[in-house]
């Protein structure tokens, strides 16, 4: 006697909707899997950005209730030394960390890239310090910095016959702390070259050299241009991490000494919970924001015009 099997379909409830096609469902389907993603993000990503503009116009000091001023904060903001100054030592720095780590995690890349011993060791000793607590790396790097650390006593001794206060000299502190973003970010900048180089076809390499190509013109013609698309996004997030950057600055010089390393970051910190002057911070962040987003637009667009 042969058992007879039947299944009963089980409608959904979609199902019961006639507007409903099987394709819109798919969509519903897809949607309700991210919404806990974009719930995520606009309670604590969207709003506070849509919050902080609202305060950038408003007269907040946490003490009193907020007061309109319209574009007040603006206005006090580019006519105030401090914060001009805090402008372009923030475009310094930015700069002065992504041009660098463009330069080395490529050519790092082109080192790992190569068939060696120990590479795999190579790429993950490179990668680690970008995994490291940076609270830890920056009081790491503060011992090494002391006029008496490993530094000037080991490094610059055979050179110089004095030492160099590097966070307490206003000619040195920027440089110390770029020294170290740099030290940390290029290992795993490097490792977004290597994939960008290994996604390249090697026929491209055979073909050139069967018509007499040397490195370098193997490097020029195939590899730069061919890399252009990781290029943009390591200039692009290099600067963007740049302008956040504000946990090592402020535990090695706190900003200091005098304005030497007081970028956006660190400033808002102090206006906004230092001297509990919200707003002004909130238009402070604002203008970071616009920063951010006005290098990124001009980066894209050169290096569009460039394709």
């Known amino acids: 006697m042969a058992a007879v099997e039947s299944s009963v379909h089980r409608r959904t409830w979609m199902e019961y909707i006639p507007w409903l096609t099987y394709g819109r469902r798919l969509g519903f389907t897809g949607f309700f899997f991210v919404l806990p993603a974009l719930i995520y993000f606009t309670l604590f990503a969207f709003y506070p950005m849509a919050n902080a503009v609202r305060l950038s116009f408003f ?6 209730p907020p ?19 805090s402008l372009g030592t923030t475009i310094i720095y930015a700069f002065g960390i992504s041009v660098p780590i463009w330069i080395l995690s490529m050519i790092l890349a082109l080192m790992l890239n190569q068939n060696i011993r120990l590479r795999t060791f190579f790429r993950t000793v490179f990668f680690a310090p970008i995994v490291m607590p940076l609270v830890v790396l920056a009081i790491i790097w ?3 910095y002391h006029p008496y650390g490993p530094i000037n006593t080991v490094l610059l001794a ?3 016959n004095q030492t160099i206060p590097w966070l307490n000299s206003n000619q040195h502190a920027l440089l110390a702390v770029i020294i170290l973003a740099v030290w940390r970010a290029t290992g795993y900048y ?25 490195n370098w013109q193997l490097f020029r013609f195939i ?28 535990i090695m010089t706190g900003g200091g000494p005098g304005d030497a390393t007081r970028i956006l970051s660190v400033l808002i ?3 906004g919970w230092i001297f509990l002057r919200m707003g002004r911070a909130a238009a402070m962040s604002v203008i970071l924001f616009l920063l951010a987003l006005a290098f990124t637009v001009v980066q894209m667009w050169f290096f569009r015009t460039q394709e």
């Open 269 to 271: 910190y102090e206006t």
């Open 59 to 64: 007269n907040y000091n946490l003490l009193s």
């Open 142 to 144: 503060s011992l090494l």
């Open 223 to 250: 590899t730069f241009p061919l890399l252009r698309p990781t290029t943009l996004f390591v200039v692009v997030v290099s600067i963007i991490n740049a302008l956040r950057h504000f946990d090592a600055i402020w």
């Open 158 to 160: 055979p050179f110089i």
């Open 67 to 85: 007061r309109w001023i319209g574009f007040g904060n603006y206005e006090f903001l580019f006519g105030s030394r401090q914060f001009m100054e």
């Open 190 to 214: 490097g490792v977004i070259y290597l994939a960008g180089l290994q996604n390249i076809p090697n026929e491209y390499y055979e073909a050139a050299r069967l018509d007499g190509a040397n």
